[in-house]
Structures are given as structure tokens and as C-alpha cells.
């Protein structure tokens, strides 16, 4: 991934746009065209990080947040003064998610062909988390592929009944190529080659059994291996819990037949990444005659099958969607982020004006130690605090946070959700979390609208939860600005209700 990157000559503003147009005013500092920097950040967090950075040094520079009004930035979208603004700075810092689709087309209407841009994504790298599902979370409908993290008390029961239904293998359509642009796309996301991935899945589908019918209500499965039919009754056996090296978690469900001569596999196991009831989708699933220890060994070769009324062609879409990678954009609420991005901020401020290159490294040497140092006491406070877990009835941004000091989370949605209406089932899961962990607070992020917070607290045994709210920065305004906000303010503040929620 390339960390920073210069912008080429590009594409002109028509003249009727330049003239009828405007800078937007810069929070700080004093325009002079012929000699200042002119720095342009989308969010709150960059402006203030370049404001540390540039110290004395804030009067020479024209600096804009184009974030300013409290707009999240999930739902902006830039005026044709903020495309005017980005034209011709010098220095663009945004955060490079889902949210900032709008910046590609902005930076072809770069006028400043020395143009420096700063991708916070980018610069993180492998640093970067996808967003993820936890138990109880609302679903956004085509997004939801199951939990690799979740708790062992998160883990229910199942019936074969979830997998009712007519289901065929996958791997013809990998030797016939139909899923030729899953592998491609895979080996575009992760470390392999897409020929690497197709070697590994090659292994993974490889199988003879061709179709499973599976009847819930009578339990029964119906293996068709090279045309021939073996059928037998099954009963539920239970669940075993796996820790991969990954890091990641997941949950095979077990399954046995008491017929030994139907010439049907004695021991099944079932993965489809679900770890409560509920339809699935499509599975892996492990079989044989030599128990369930065995089978629980195997973790190279894992037969996958889809609905058997689906074509080669929609698997594949099914297949390519769930690629699809949902980058959490929130990685400002990182101290340790914070560190890494300050720095190459300064570095590129040293770049572009060499002659107080000095001012900028000492500036941000002593602005990375205030960063360490809170980084610190976050992390005190943590390992001193009985409770380990936080509970969010609203959005969750802070995965980056959490993870630096190895918390456990849940919330009503994902940090990049559309979702504002919770269901039902979401609503008693939180409730009922919080009863079975004693948890104290209920968090939410700044808003006006904490409805869902008292709807959970309502609903659980006690009924007498403070609810707190986190401040992600994803609404500080210019007048929050003026008022003395900093970044480091506020995350002095979410550390002081942090402490909080986990006594």
C-alpha cells in the first residue's frame, strides 16, 4: 500500500467555477497566496494534529477543516468551495474509507501540481481493521457473513433444521473456471496470489460428494456421492469452540448417525460461521467414520455447498460480495494510530517547507510523547478496572480502541452503519448482556438521540444503568474549535468515562 502520494497535473476548474467561487475560510492563520502553506483536512483529528505540529508556526499557513459544522462523515459531501479549497493547496489529509468515495473526483480537479495528499488509511496500512459483526449487533442486509469474535457464553445450540434444504458442492465450479473472479479478487484483498487462492481452495472444496439434502424436521441427510445415494438419521451432538491462529474464532456443530450400514458418514460437523440459530446460508462441512476427534483435526479440507437452486453465475455473485471489504474508518480513536499518523504528517510538512523543518520535528517529538503518555494511562487503567467489557446501544467507532487494550465490546450496530432502528432481538440481546455481565453504564457516541440506550436499560433486570456517551469526533465543529476542543482533550475525557464504564 503506498503511504503518501503526489498529486500530477490534473484536470483544470473551468474558468466559470474558479471565478465564481471562493476559498471556504480557514479556521486559522492568514492567507497570502505567494508565500503560505495551504493545508486542507476533512476531519477534526487531522486539523488539530497539524495545528500541534505546526506550533508558532499556525500564523504563516492557511489551514481549512472542511468538516466544520458538525456534519458526520458518513453523510458529507463537498460544496464546490471545498472542491476549490483542495485545488490548490498544498497538503490534503482525509481519511481514505467508504465515506471519502468523493475525493478521487475532487483531486482531478487539482490545480497545484506539486500537490502533497495524505491517505490516513494508506499510511496505516495493515493497520487497518475491517468492520466486523459481534452477537446481537443489527445486520445490514447483504453484509452480514457470520462472526469470527464473539465469546463463549455468545455460542448457542443448534438444530439441523438450519440447514433444511437441497445444497450443492462448489468445487465443480472452481475447476470449470466459473469462479475464476473470486479467486482473482481474493489474491487483489489478501497476501496470496489468485493462483495461490485457487491451489488453496482447490483443497479446501475438493470432494465427491456432489449434492446433500438435509430434512430438519425428520433428521435426516442424504449424501449423493458419484450418483449413488446413502441416507441416515442424525442427532445433535453439541458444538466445539476453535481459536485459530489467525486470531479469530469459530464453531463447528456436531452431528452422529447410529446406523452404521446406510454407507452415510457416522460423524458430520457443520461450519457456516454462525454460532446461534438461524438459516444458513451456505456451509463447510466435515464428515467420516473415525469420530469427532478426528474430524476436528481437519482444517485444510472442508467441502462447501450452496443452494442447490442456484446457479453457477449467482454463486459466484454471492462469492465476490462477500469479499467485499468494509474498511473501519475510524482510526483516529487510536492513541497508538495517532502516534504513527502525526508523524507522517510532519514529515511531509518538512518536505514542503524545509526551512522550519526543525520547528516541525520538534513539535511533533513532544506532541507523540503526549500521545504515548494518555496511551499509558489508557492502558493503567484497563489492566486496574474489574470490568473488561463495553456496551454501545448506538454506532461503535471505537474497534480501534478497544483492540489497543484488549476489551470486549458489543453494540446495537457497526461503526459505519446506516442502522438507526434496532429490532427487537437486538434490543433483549443488549439488555440481556448486561444483565449476565452486571455491566454499570450503557455507552452511546455524541448525539441528541439516546432513545435506544434507555429502551435497553428498560429492559434489563435492574433497570438503573447510567448511560455515557463517548465522543468519537465525528461532529466537532469550528465553534467546538474556538472553545478551546482538542484532540487530546477529548480523549482525556472519553478515558475519564471509559474508567467508568468498566468499574
Not at 479556521?27 to 494534529?49: A, H, N
Not at 508556526?57 to 459544522?69: A, G, H, K, P, Y
Not at 436499560?457 to 472553545?483: F, H, P, W, Y
Not at 476542543?485 to 468498566?502: D, G, H, I, P
Amino acid at each position: 500500500m503506498k503511504k503518501l502520494i503526489t498529486i500530477l497535473p490534473a484536470l483544470a476548474l473551468t474558468g466559470g467555477l474558479l471565478a465564481g467561487c471562493g476559498k471556504i475560510a480557514a479556521l486559522d492563520g492568514k492567507k497570502d497566496d505567494s508565500r503560505q502553506l495551504s493545508i486542507v483536512t476533512t476531519i477534526f483529528p487531522e486539523y488539530d494534529w497539524v495545528r500541534e505540529i505546526l506550533g508558532n508556526r499556525m500564523e504563516n499557513v492557511s489551514l481549512t477543516m472542511l468538516l466544520d459544522s458538525g456534519v458526520d462523515l458518513h453523510s458529507y459531501q463537498p460544496t464546490a468551495d471545498d472542491i476549490v479549497s483542495i485545488s490548490d493547496c498544498d497538503l490534503f489529509i482525509y481519511v481514505g474509507g467508504e465515506s471519502d468515495g468523493w475525493v478521487d473526483d475532487a483531486l482531478k480537479e487539482a490545480t497545484n501540481p506539486n500537490m502533497r495528499v495524505i491517505n490516513l488509511l494508506d499510511v496505516l496500512g495493515d493497520g487497518v481493521k475491517t468492520e466486523e459483526a459481534k452477537p446481537g449487533m443489527q445486520a445490514e442486509e447483504g453484509h452480514h457473513h457470520g462472526y469470527s469474535h464473539f465469546s463463549d457464553s455468545d455460542v448457542r445450540d443448534r438444530t439441523l433444521s438450519d440447514w433444511t434444504g437441497s445444497w450443492q458442492s462448489v468445487y465443480p465450479f472452481l475447476e470449470d473456471g466459473t469462479l475464476d473472479e473470486v479467486m482473482k479478487r481474493k489474491g487483489e484483498n489478501g497476501k496470496k496470489t489468485a493462483e495461490e487462492y485457487r491451489k488453496y481452495y482447490e483443497t479446501g472444496y475438493q470432494t465427491d460428494v456432489e449434492s446433500i439434502v438435509i430434512d430438519g424436521g425428520a433428521g435426516t441427510m442424504e449424501f449423493v456421492k458419484n450418483g449413488v445415494s446413502s441416507k441416515a438419521v442424525y442427532q445433535y451432538k453439541g458444538y466445539q469452540i476453535y481459536d485459530y491462529a489467525s486470531g479469530s474464532r469459530g464453531v463447528r456443530y456436531f452431528f452422529e448417525t447410529a446406523d452404521e450400514d446406510s454407507g452415510a458418514p457416522r460423524y458430520v460437523q457443520f461450519s457456516d460461521h454462525g454460532i446461534e440459530p438461524g438459516k444458513a446460508g451456505h456451509f463447510h462441512i466435515y464428515s467420516g467414520n473415525d469420530g469427532f476427534d478426528a474430524l476436528s483435526q481437519e482444517m485444510e479440507h472442508w467441502p462447501t455447498y450452496y443452494p442447490a437452486d442456484l446457479t453457477g453465475d449467482e454463486i459466484r455473485e454471492e462469492m465476490l460480495e462477500h469479499e467485499e471489504k468494509e474498511y473501519d474508518e475510524h482510526v483516529w480513536l487510536s492513541l497508538k494510530n495517532a502516534e504513527i499518523l502525526c508523524k507522517a504528517i510532519a514529515a511531509q510538512l518538512e518536505e514542503l517547507d524545509p526551512e522550519h523543518r526543525d520547528i516541525y520535528s520538534t513539535n511533533v517529538s513532544a506532541y507523540v510523547e503526549k500521545l504515548a503518555k494518555l496511551d499509558g494511562r489508557y492502558k493503567g487503567t484497563v489492566e486496574k478496572a474489574s470490568g473488561k467489557t463495553v456496551l454501545f446501544a448506538d454506532r461503535f467507532p471505537f474497534r480501534y480502541m478497544v483492540d489497543d487494550y484488549g476489551l470486549d465490546y458489543y453494540a446495537a450496530f457497526a461503526g459505519c452503519s446506516a442502522e438507526s432502528e434496532a429490532s427487537f432481538e437486538t434490543v433483549s440481546f443488549l439488555a440481556n448482556k448486561i444483565d449476565e455481565l452486571e455491566l454499570p453504564c450503557v455507552l452511546t457516541i455524541e448525539g441528541n438521540h439516546h432513545r435506544l440506550a434507555e429502551t435497553i436499560v428498560e429492559n434489563t433486570r435492574d433497570k438503573n444503568q447510567k448511560i455515557l456517551t463517548l465522543d468519537s469526533m465525528q461532529g466537532t465543529t469550528a465553534e467546538d474549535v474556538k472553545k478551546g476542543v482538542t484532540y487530546l482533550s477529548v480523549m482525556e475525557q472519553n478515558l475519564n468515562l471509559l474508567r467508568e464504564s468498566l468499574e
